[in-house]
Protein backbone atom coordinates (compact mmCIF):
# COMPACT_ATOMS: atom_id res chain seq x y z
CA UNK A 1 0.00 0.00 0.00
CA UNK A 2 2.69 2.48 0.71
CA UNK A 3 4.41 1.61 -2.20
CA UNK A 4 1.68 2.81 -4.19
CA UNK A 5 1.52 5.94 -2.28
CA UNK A 6 5.59 6.52 -3.02
CA UNK A 7 4.64 5.26 -6.68
CA UNK A 8 2.45 8.29 -6.87
CA UNK A 9 4.16 10.49 -5.67
CA UNK A 10 7.23 9.73 -8.12
CA UNK A 11 4.70 10.65 -10.70
CA UNK A 12 3.63 13.52 -10.01
CA UNK A 13 6.71 15.19 -8.83
CA UNK A 14 8.22 14.13 -12.29
CA UNK A 15 5.17 15.48 -14.17
CA UNK A 16 5.52 18.60 -12.68
CA UNK A 17 8.83 19.43 -13.10
CA UNK A 18 9.45 18.11 -16.14
CA UNK A 19 6.81 20.62 -17.44
CA UNK A 20 8.25 23.91 -16.04
CA UNK A 21 9.62 25.64 -18.63
CA UNK A 22 12.89 27.54 -18.20
CA UNK A 23 12.40 31.34 -17.56
CA UNK A 24 13.02 34.06 -19.95
CA UNK A 25 14.95 36.86 -19.91
CA UNK A 26 11.87 38.67 -20.31
CA UNK A 27 9.85 36.63 -17.93
CA UNK A 28 11.94 38.21 -15.29
CA UNK A 29 9.80 41.55 -15.17
CA UNK A 30 7.14 39.42 -14.10
CA UNK A 31 8.73 39.74 -10.63
CA UNK A 32 7.88 43.15 -9.98
CA UNK A 33 5.23 44.30 -7.96
CA UNK A 34 3.49 42.57 -4.47
CA UNK A 35 3.34 38.96 -3.83
CA UNK A 36 2.98 37.21 -0.44
CA UNK A 37 4.14 33.83 0.60
CA UNK A 38 1.36 30.81 0.54
CA UNK A 39 3.90 28.33 1.32
CA UNK A 40 7.25 27.19 2.34
CA UNK A 41 8.46 23.61 2.38
CA UNK A 42 11.84 21.97 3.73
CA UNK A 43 14.00 19.74 1.76
CA UNK A 44 12.60 16.71 3.50
CA UNK A 45 9.15 18.24 2.26
CA UNK A 46 7.54 19.36 5.52
CA UNK A 47 5.21 22.06 4.29
CA UNK A 48 3.82 25.49 6.46
CA UNK A 49 0.92 26.82 4.79
CA UNK A 50 0.49 30.26 5.46
CA UNK A 51 -3.52 31.59 5.06
CA UNK A 52 -2.75 35.04 6.43
CA UNK A 53 0.17 37.33 5.72
CA UNK A 54 1.12 40.28 8.15
CA UNK A 55 3.63 41.43 5.53
CA UNK A 56 3.70 41.24 1.51
CA UNK A 57 7.04 41.54 -0.36
CA UNK A 58 7.36 44.51 -2.96
CA UNK A 59 9.87 44.00 -5.82
CA UNK A 60 10.99 46.42 -7.77
CA UNK A 61 13.80 45.20 -10.31
CA UNK A 62 14.62 47.16 -13.67
CA UNK A 63 17.49 45.61 -15.98
CA UNK A 64 18.40 43.09 -13.55
CA UNK A 65 18.85 45.82 -10.50
CA UNK A 66 16.98 46.88 -7.73
CA UNK A 67 15.23 45.95 -4.17
CA UNK A 68 13.21 44.06 -2.28
CA UNK A 69 11.07 45.77 0.48
CA UNK A 70 8.68 44.51 3.24
CA UNK A 71 5.37 45.75 3.22
CA UNK A 72 2.90 45.84 6.01
CA UNK A 73 -0.73 46.61 4.19
CA UNK A 74 -3.29 48.64 6.21
CA UNK A 75 -6.78 48.24 6.24
CA UNK A 76 -7.06 51.98 4.19
CA UNK A 77 -5.11 49.83 1.29
CA UNK A 78 -1.95 51.84 1.94
CA UNK A 79 1.21 49.83 3.22
CA UNK A 80 3.43 51.02 6.50
CA UNK A 81 7.37 49.74 6.23
CA UNK A 82 10.29 50.28 8.34
CA UNK A 83 12.18 51.24 5.15
CA UNK A 84 14.71 48.91 4.94
CA UNK A 85 15.14 47.23 1.82
CA UNK A 86 17.59 44.55 0.09
CA UNK A 87 19.38 45.51 -2.54
CA UNK A 88 19.23 42.96 -4.71
CA UNK A 89 20.34 41.89 -8.42
CA UNK A 90 18.94 38.88 -10.58
CA UNK A 91 21.30 36.95 -13.30
CA UNK A 92 21.49 34.05 -15.59
CA UNK A 93 23.92 31.63 -14.24
CA UNK A 94 23.87 28.22 -15.96
CA UNK A 95 20.51 28.71 -16.96
CA UNK A 96 19.37 29.34 -13.73
CA UNK A 97 18.41 33.05 -12.43
CA UNK A 98 19.87 33.93 -9.57
CA UNK A 99 18.86 36.74 -6.71
CA UNK A 100 21.85 37.83 -5.15
CA UNK A 101 20.86 39.75 -2.06
CA UNK A 102 22.89 42.71 -0.18
CA UNK A 103 22.26 44.23 2.55
CA UNK A 104 24.61 45.89 5.45
CA UNK A 105 23.93 42.74 7.65
CA UNK A 106 25.21 40.01 5.01
CA UNK A 107 24.88 38.55 1.16
CA UNK A 108 22.96 35.45 0.02
CA UNK A 109 21.94 34.03 -3.09
CA UNK A 110 18.02 32.43 -3.80
CA UNK A 111 17.35 30.97 -7.04
CA UNK A 112 14.33 31.57 -8.78
CA UNK A 113 12.33 28.21 -9.71
CA UNK A 114 9.38 29.60 -11.46
CA UNK A 115 8.05 33.15 -11.88
CA UNK A 116 4.86 33.41 -14.42
CA UNK A 117 2.15 36.31 -13.70
CA UNK A 118 0.28 34.80 -10.19
CA UNK A 119 3.39 32.11 -9.11
CA UNK A 120 6.61 32.70 -7.89
CA UNK A 121 8.93 29.70 -6.48
CA UNK A 122 12.10 30.89 -4.90
CA UNK A 123 14.56 28.27 -3.30
CA UNK A 124 17.42 29.69 -0.83
CA UNK A 125 20.85 27.88 0.02
CA UNK A 126 18.92 26.58 3.17
CA UNK A 127 17.41 24.29 0.90
CA UNK A 128 14.01 26.12 1.75
CA UNK A 129 11.59 26.82 -0.97
CA UNK A 130 9.19 29.61 -1.11
CA UNK A 131 5.92 29.69 -3.15
CA UNK A 132 4.79 33.14 -3.49
CA UNK A 133 1.41 34.06 -4.99
CA UNK A 134 0.57 37.60 -6.36
CA UNK A 135 -0.84 39.49 -2.89
CA UNK A 136 -4.52 40.87 -3.49
CA UNK A 137 -6.23 43.35 -1.50
CA UNK A 138 -8.88 42.18 0.66
CA UNK A 139 -12.36 43.69 0.19
CA UNK A 140 -12.07 46.09 2.90
CA UNK A 141 -8.97 47.73 1.13
CA UNK A 142 -8.76 49.99 -2.35
CA UNK A 143 -4.85 48.53 -2.56
CA UNK A 144 -3.25 52.37 -2.82
CA UNK A 145 0.57 51.80 -4.12
CA UNK A 146 1.74 54.00 -1.01
CA UNK A 147 4.51 52.50 0.58
Known amino acids: MMKKYVYSFVVLFISITACQKPISKEAIKKINGYWEISKVINDKGDQKDYKVNNSVDFWSVNKGKGF ?22 IQEVS ?35 YYYKRFKPNSFTHHGQTH
Open 68 to 89: KQKLMPQWDGKFETNDLRETIQ
Open 95 to 129: GNWDIQYHTEFGHWKEQILELTDSTLVIKNESNLT
